[in-house]
T-cell receptor, first 116, second 113 residues
Framework: AQSVTQLDSQVPVFEEAPVELRCNYS??????LFWYVQYPNQGLQLLLK??????LVKGINGFEAEFNKSQTSFHLRKPSVHISDTAEYFC??????????????FGSGTQLTVLP | EAQVTQNPRYLITVTGKKLTVTCSQN?????MSWYRQDPGLGLRQIYY???????DKGDVPEGYKVSRKEKRNFPLILESPSPNQTSLYFC????????????FGPGTRLTVL
C-alpha cells in the first residue's frame, strides 16, 4: 500500500514570488506520481506526472516537479506565481508495477493562496 | 469534447432516503472510479471498475453500492444515506494503458440531513 503526505495544508505567497509545495510518499514498490490542481468549485485537473525517465517533470501553467527516490519526495515548484494559481493542489501516488490496478492514493491537499 | 458528467451537481436529502448519483463518460475508458472529498482528508476512493461488470471496493466502500452494466456509465448508489456521507463526490475515468491520466467529473455536493 502507498501513502502520501503533503506537509503544508496552507501556503500563502505573494504574486510573482516562487513557490514550492511539498509532497512525500511511502511505498514498498515502484510508483507513479502525480500532481492535480482543483480550482474553486471545479473537479481535479492533472498538472503533471512522473511515470519513468527524467526525474524533472514539466507540467502545465509553468509548474514543474522533481522526483527524488532517495528522499521519497515529489515537490511541486513554480518560479513565479500568478493570482490565477490560487487553488488547492493534491499530490497522488499509484502502484507502478506492470499489471497493477494502479489505484490513486491522494494526499490531504495544499491550499495555495496567491496574494496581490 | 472529452467529458465526464455527473448528475445531480448538488443534492440535499434526508437520512434513509435512497439516492443515485450518475456518472457518464464519452471517452470509451475502461476504468472508472468514485471518490469522496472531505476537508483535511483529500480524496478517498469508494469503488472502482476495471471494465463492464467488474467492480471492486476502494478504501471507504461502506454504505455505498455501484454497478457497471455499460461502459459509459458508473452510478453510485446510497441505499440508506446517513449524515456522515455528507461530502463532495467525484467520478473519474482512465484508460487501461500506461498514460495513467485520470479525468475527473465536476463533482456532486451531497448533504444528508
Amino acid at each position: 500500500a502507498q501513502s502520501v503526505t503533503q506537509l503544508d495544508s496552507q501556503v500563502p505567497v505573494f504574486e510573482e514570488a516562487p513557490v514550492e509545495l511539498r509532497c512525500n510518499y511511502s511505498s514498498s514498490v515502484s510508483v507513479y506520481l502525480f500532481w492535480y490542481v482543483q480550482y474553486p468549485n471545479q473537479g481535479l485537473q492533472l498538472l503533471l506526472k512522473y511515470l519513468s525517465g527524467s526525474t524533472l517533470v514539466k507540467g502545465i501553467n509553468g509548474f514543474e516537479a522533481e522526483f527524488n527516490k532517495s528522499q521519497t519526495s515529489f515537490h511541486l515548484r513554480k518560479p513565479s506565481v500568478h493570482i490565477s494559481d490560487t487553488a488547492e493542489y493534491f499530490c497522488a501516488v499509484s502502484d507502478g508495477r506492470r499489471g497493477s490496478a494502479r489505484q490513486l492514493t491522494f494526499g490531504s491537499g495544499t491550499q495555495l493562496t496567491v496574494l496581490p | 469534447e472529452a467529458q465526464v458528467t455527473q448528475n445531480p451537481r448538488y443534492l440535499i436529502t434526508v437520512t434513509g432516503k435512497k439516492l443515485t448519483v450518475t456518472c457518464s463518460q464519452n471517452m470509451n475508458h475502461e476504468y472508472m472510479s468514485w471518490y469522496r472529498q472531505d476537508p483535511g482528508l483529500g480524496l478517498r476512493q469508494i469503488y472502482y471498475s476495471m471494465n463492464v461488470e467488474v467492480t471492486d471496493k476502494g478504501d471507504v466502500p461502506e454504505g455505498y453500492k455501484v454497478s457497471r452494466k455499460e461502459k459509459r456509465n458508473f452510478p453510485l448508489i446510497l441505499e440508506s444515506p446517513s449524515p456522515n456521507q455528507t461530502s463532495l463526490y467525484f467520478c473519474a475515468t482512465r484508460t487501461s494503458g500506461v498514460t495513467d491520466t485520470q479525468y475527473f467529473g465536476p463533482g456532486t455536493r451531497l448533504t444528508v440531513l
